[in-house]
């Protein structure tokens, strides 16, 4: 729940209470996302679990991208950039898809192929859109994510589902690519943009001099201010913002509220 400091993200102040009191351990995962482990001290009918955030947001300008990122003779459906090796063998895991290939997913990649004097860039924001404009959205509360094959098959999914879609193709076409967990923001909770005001899903992809860019194919964004990175991994299943088990008899609700609002107040003088 709580954003690592970088390049694109100031964190200028965190806050984290839990209740009822209970022991509170900090450690980073292996892909460095911020971790708190907790352990009630004893027994209680209530788990209250309350993160404040202020942060400056700073995304990086894709007006930048087409010039820096190496890209590969166009083809069919041949890879959009070229990796040095030693990115490449640190990004392998991000390259690999984790699904083996299925009928139903790639007729409809092929349709998303490259086109003749694309650059890595154009190939993303084209798939990003894709999803956005082929698939209806629904909010699911069960757990998972659908298979980018279910998604294609059903017409219809959430933000997991479609940014895990877009991973799996684009690492096709030989792109590294993590999923994201984190927050939206918008300025109106209009409908407009959906999943707003609630914790969201959306995927990075890393290019050569550039590093990792965001895009969000649930509302077709890329490299958004309103977006809010909490956390990066492989796949949706390590990217869970709270697990743990709850011991007892008794049946166990939940509610889960978030409030993403923008801070108007001048930022301070640099020191």
């Given at each position: 729940?709580?954003?690592?400091?970088?390049?694109?993200?100031?964190?200028?102040?965190?806050?984290?209470?839990?209740?009822?009191?209970?022991?509170?351990?900090?450690?980073?995962?292996?892909?460095?996302?911020?971790?708190?482990?907790?352990?009630?001290?004893?027994?209680?009918?209530?788990?209250?679990?309350?993160?404040?955030?202020?942060?400056?947001?700073?995304?990086?300008?894709?007006?930048?991208?087409?010039?820096?990122?190496?890209?590969?003779?166009?083809?069919?459906?041949?890879?959009?950039?070229?990796?040095?090796?030693?990115?490449?063998?640190?990004?392998?895991?991000?390259?690999?898809?984790?699904?083996?290939?299925?009928p139903v997913h790639s007729s409809w990649l092929?349709?998303?192929?490259?086109?003749?004097?694309?650059?890595?860039?154009?190939?993303?924001?084209?798939?990003?859109?894709?999803?956005?404009?082929?698939?209806?959205?629904?909010?699911?509360?069960?757990?998972?994510?659908?298979?980018?094959?279910?998604?294609?098959?059903?017409?219809?999914?959430?933000?997991?589902?479609?940014?895990?879609?877009?991973?799996?193709?684009?690492?096709?076409?030989?792109?590294?690519?993590?999923?994201?967990?984190?927050?939206?923001?918008?300025?109106?909770?209009?409908?407009?943009?959906?999943?707003?005001?609630?914790?969201?899903?959306?995927?990075?992809?890393?290019?050569?001099?550039?590093?990792?860019?965001?895009?969000?194919?649930?509302?077709?964004?890329?490299?958004?201010?309103?977006?809010?990175?909490?956390?990066?991994?492989?796949?949706?299943?390590?990217?869970?913002?709270?697990?743990?088990?709850?011991?007892?008899?008794?049946?166990?609700?939940?509610?889960?509220?978030?409030?993403?609002?923008?801070?108007?107040?001048?930022?301070?003088?640099?020191?």
């Amino acid at each position: 729940m709580r954003p690592l400091d970088s390049h694109s993200i100031r964190v200028l102040e965190a806050k984290f209470v839990l209740t009822p009191p209970g022991e509170t351990r900090w450690t980073s995962d292996a892909y460095s996302n911020s971790v708190c482990h907790f352990t009630p001290a004893g027994r209680s009918n209530l788990l209250s679990v309350v993160s404040t955030l202020l942060i400056e947001r700073y995304p990086k300008p894709l007006r930048d991208a087409e010039s820096v990122a190496p890209l590969m003779p166009a083809g069919a459906m041949a890879p959009a950039v070229i990796y040095s090796n030693e990115d490449a063998a640190v990004l392998a895991p991000f390259i690999r898809p984790f699904y083996a290939e299925h009928p139903v997913h790639s007729s409809w990649l092929w349709r998303q192929q490259r086109q003749q004097g694309d650059t890595a860039l154009d190939v993303l924001l084209r798939i990003n859109r894709a999803v956005h404009d082929d698939f209806r959205y629904g909010a699911r509360d069960e757990y998972g994510t659908q298979t980018p094959a279910q998604t294609i098959a059903r017409g219809a999914g959430t933000c997991r589902d479609f940014a895990w879609l877009m991973i799996e193709s684009v690492r096709r076409w030989g792109f590294a690519a993590r999923f994201v967990t984190g927050y939206l923001y918008s300025p109106a909770l209009d409908g407009s943009m959906r999943g707003a005001g609630a914790t969201h899903a959306w995927c990075e992809v890393f290019l050569p001099d550039l590093g990792w860019l965001e895009f969000d194919p649930t509302n077709g964004l890329s490299e958004s201010p309103e977006l809010i990175r909490v956390a990066a991994t492989r796949t949706p299943g390590e990217a869970s913002p709270m697990t743990g088990v709850v011991m007892g008899d008794a049946v166990a609700t939940m509610e889960v509220f978030v409030s993403v609002t923008l801070d108007n107040s001048p930022a301070p003088m640099p020191v």
